[in-house]
């Protein structure tokens, strides 16, 4: 096939070179359209638009394929750890042995924060949602390792910047929870590893409730790792246009939280336990909700269903799904929103308006679900989220950075008044 498409605009014809990735992904490339043709293209909510060519994870929403560096997300969820993850999307490679006793070796190093942040933790309301306080906390770390300001910083200053968040992420998230329940904090403990360390900081002092147990430990690290990229979703793409100005890592990732925190994106596994419970303060009738959801005059729609790029299956669901009933079984958990949550899964699948618009259960109808039965409270599972999608938004603004692209400014077609003559104050009407 030519590598080149033609475009004709009344009489004149362009021609535009096609971009062909390693999956054999095909993209006309218009970056040259209006220097040469005076037009630019135009697609709200970029649902057909490529904004970067990029190496770190690939996914196929019709055959629903989900990869990160090239490996499969079902072998990544089955036989690596999150920091292992972390790694391979970051440094571009899984680590050897030594590389990742040496990662979690200077990682440990850095997970105390400042003591003058636990000033903020105090001065949020005990109420206020975690992810605000997420984003705050986060950007404010730039105040204190001023080194991340640099915009031209060496290879050891950035990484070490990615360390840091890295290492402190945890502690800040097990801290927010704890000051939402007026808890005193917890200290990390560099012997545990990661993913343990943050469990223990979080439930250390409720041992009676959750103990450390693997099991609980491997459904985390599994859900960490189904979330943690996602390629160019909207926070991932937050966190490379603000990057792309040059703000430091922890500024962008501050906006990927805020992106994150909407109920259409990661916002939704809070969003799903809500609507599960007003389900389940209504009377638990299913079909109600389900006709509520068609009607294109209700507002309401199924949190937790449908996808923007999956439209067969997400293939994280799957996965979840099965770790979702391992944890409820060990935890011998009982919970009468989880039959909600059971009942409107099996209508909505053989609901023909659900089919015919390719809606499934998303990875976050399920992760609520495990969330709730490990004990967090439902505004703790965006925070989760983030934590888990970390290592992705700084593998993005990494490779962005390195890539060295221009800063991201879209253009638009304006459709405002055109001139209007100014009106003195006195006789506006
Ligand atoms: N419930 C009922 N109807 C739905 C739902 C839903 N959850 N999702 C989509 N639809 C319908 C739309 O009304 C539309 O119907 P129409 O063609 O008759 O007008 C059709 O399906 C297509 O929906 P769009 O909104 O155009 O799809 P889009 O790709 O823009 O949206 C999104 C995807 C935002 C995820 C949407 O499915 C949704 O709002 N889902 C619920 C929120 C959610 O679970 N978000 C988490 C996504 S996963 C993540 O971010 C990690």
Known sequence: MSDTASLKLGEKTYDLPVITGTENEKAIDISKLRDSSGYITLDNGYKNTGATKSAITFLDGEKGILKYRGYRIEDLAEKSSFLEVAYLLIYGDLPTQAQL??????????TLVHEDMKKFFDGFPSKSHPMGQLCSLICSLSAFYPESLDT??????VNLTIIKLLAKMPTVVSWIYKKSLGHPVIYPQNNLEYVTNYLYMTFGQRTEHI???PVVVSAMNKLLILHADHEQNCSTSTVRIVGSSESNLYASISAGISALWGPLHGGANQAVIEMLEQIKNDGGDTEKWIAKAKDKNDPFRLMGFGHRVYKNFDPRAKIIKKACDDILAKLGVNDPVLDIAKKLEEVALSDQYFIDRKLYPNVDF????????LGFPTEM????????????????WKEMRENKEPIGRPRQIYVGHTVREFVDINNRK
């Open 381 to 396: 599972f965006t925070v989760l989220f983030a934590l888990g999608r970390l290592p992705g938004w700084i593998a993005q």
């Open 152 to 157: 031209n910083p060496s290879k050891e200053d």
């Open 366 to 373: 399920y992760s609520g679900i495990i969330y709730r039965a």
């Open 101 to 110: 006793d040496d990662f979690q070796f200077q990682i440990t190093r850095h």
């Open 211 to 213: 103990e450390i147990d």
